[in-house]
């Protein structure tokens, strides 16, 4: 990073010409909602890095084999990235604030069964579990704060918004390192877990209570047969790229990468089908129409390229220069000082640079990785912490402007599944970073493990990186904002199955 609809537009009502409506009024809560909202949208990338830490740990105890070891980050993240425009279009469909607490109190559940897991076989399973109800709850808080936020208002909550996936990036890694040193109740790697448990009984009751539920019109039926379709393609593209390269691409991953693309064929043909019997598609094919979207999609999937810059940092970190979990940890602060600082001015900055901001955004962290590879291989220190903190607040700043350039694009009915959209395209963009940038880089190594060919191999990565950079930036640059608020995908009135 989600990383994010309903089938039809119903028609709008005349506006009023004096007083506005209650219901036209911005919700006075909001910003004690958007607080909730955030606590429980911190939980996902703070579990999906929390848990690097903790491996050794839970190999250790549970007498697990690499492959297993392997498994409790893959299923966690398949589950999160095949499932996330099916959660994005429940919420359109219930309400909200209903499938965000029931995300949430499903994703506290599979916590607390990690936690007690006795066996690799319940740890994987329960990490499944919590990839779906991550899924689940993730494009509620996107699609929430496109709804409760007046336009005026929306660039600061979405700074906020991006200032929380890089919170909980870096507070994973640190917490992770902290639990599992300082074993409170003799939890031991459990503890990274169980800590989601007190989040979870805080949080569940206020989004009750300060969250007012959003949904558009009656509520359709969920498309159960676009789900199983889009899936089954997601399945078969995420799945081989996150175990592909770890396994050496065996025929199997080659095969389901291949099955990918008539899945996808046959799940755009049955949701055109869909809409010619006036039903209710999982996705609504005429929004794809739409240029400005395809391109915002399309930058997305090159924008998450610096997902590869955390792995090959790390190595870099305590294989390169042999620094401890912790140290290693420490030496990304400079990014996440970055990123936060950044997504607070949010709002100064779009003041200050308009529909351009993503696309510098964007440079500027290509800039920034081609300033750590040279500050690598000369060795000098200074330079690699100015371009970590120039990647951070590029990073910061581009989240939530490309974000946002999708989002406006799709009407707020939709705004669940223009949610799932953006996060699933993020989620792709990730693995594909893990599968190409880091094949890359350990291509490049070769069987070397001295510090210079470790850092030849990092500068290589972070030229791709930043390479994949500009190509988004290009993209996102030819996106204009929608011509007379009009938004692509209006098929007509509601129907059921």
């Known amino acids: ?55 050794p740990s839970i190999q250790d105890d549970l007498g697990a084999s690499s492959s297993s070891v392997q498994m409790v980050l893959s299923a966690y993240a398949s589950a999160y990235a095949v499932l996330l425009i099916t959660g994005g279009r429940l919420g359109d469909i219930f309400g909200r604030r209903l499938v965000f607490i029931a995300g949430l109190v499903g994703f506290g559940i599979a916590s607390l069964l990690c936690g007690l897991a006795w066996s690799p076989d319940m740890l994987v399973a329960s990490r499944l579990l919590q990839g779906v109800f991550a899924a689940i709850l993730m494009p509620q808080s996107l699609a929430s704060i496109r709804t409760l936020f007046p336009e005026r208002e929306r660039p600061r909550a979405m700074g906020f918004y991006a200032t929380t996936f890089g919170l909980g990036s870096v507070l994973g890694q640190l917490l992770g390192g902290l639990l599992i040193a300082a074993n409170p109740f003799g939890l031991g790697w459990r503890s990274v877990f169980l800590v989601n448990l007190p989040v979870v009984l805080i949080v569940a009751p206020l989004a009750f209570v300060l969250i007012r539920e959003n949904r558009e019109g009656k509520a359709p039926r969920l498309d159960l047969g676009g789900v199983a379709l889009l899936g089954s393609a997601l399945t078969c593209l995420i799945v081989p790229l996150i175990e592909g390269r770890e396994r050496g691409w065996p025929l199997w991953s080659l095969a389901m990468l291949a099955a990918a693309i008539p899945f996808f064929l046959a799940f755009w043909r049955f949701e055109n089908r869909v809409v010619a019997r006036g039903g209710s598609p999982l996705l609504v094919p005429s929004l794809l129409e739409d240029q400005g979207l395809r391109r915002g999609l399309a930058a997305a999937l090159f924008f998450n390229a610096p997902a590869a810059f955390f792995l090959v940092f790390a190595i870099l970190q305590q294989a390169g220069y042999h620094k ?49 590879s040279a500050g690598a291989l000369a060795g ?89 950079l500009i190509a988004s930036a290009w993209l996102i640059e030819g996106v204009r904002p929608p011509a007379g608020g009009h938004h692509p995908g209006d098929i007509g009135p509601v129907t059921g199955h």
Not at 10 to 32: E, G, N
Not at 325 to 341: C, Q, Y
Not at 420 to 427: C, D, E, F, I, S
Request: charged share 5%; hydrophobic share 55%.
């Open 1 to 55: 990073m989600t990383i994010a609809q309903e089938a039809a537009c119903s028609m709008a009502a005349p506006l009023q010409a004096a007083t506005p409506t209650v219901a036209s009024l911005p919700d006075p809560r909001r910003w004690a909602a958007l607080f909730v909202l955030l606590a429980g949208t911190l939980l996902s990338p703070l579990d999906f890095f929390i848990v690097n830490v903790a491996l």
């Open 324 to 372: 401890t979990p912790l140290e290693a940890g420490l030496a990304i602060l400079p990014h996440a000082a970055g990123f936060i600082l950044s997504s607070l001015a949010l709002p100064a900055l779009l003041g200050q640079f308009g529909r351009h901001t993503p696309a510098l955004a964007m440079v500027m962290v290509s800039l920034g990785c081609l300033g750590l």
């Open 380 to 468: 000098a220190y200074w330079p690699m912490v100015a371009s970590l903190f120039a990647i951070g607040l590029g990073q910061g700043l581009g989240m939530p402007t490309l974000i946002r350039s999708v989002l406006e694009r799709v009407d707020h009915k939709w705004a669940g599944l223009s949610a799932g959209l953006v996060n699933t395209m993020l989620q792709i963009s990730g693995s594909l970073s893990f599968a190409l940038i880091g094949g890359l880089f350990y291509s490049l190594l070769g069987p070397f493990t001295d510090t210079a060919s470790i850092t030849q191999a990092f500068a290589g990565a972070m030229a791709a990186v930043a390479a994949c």
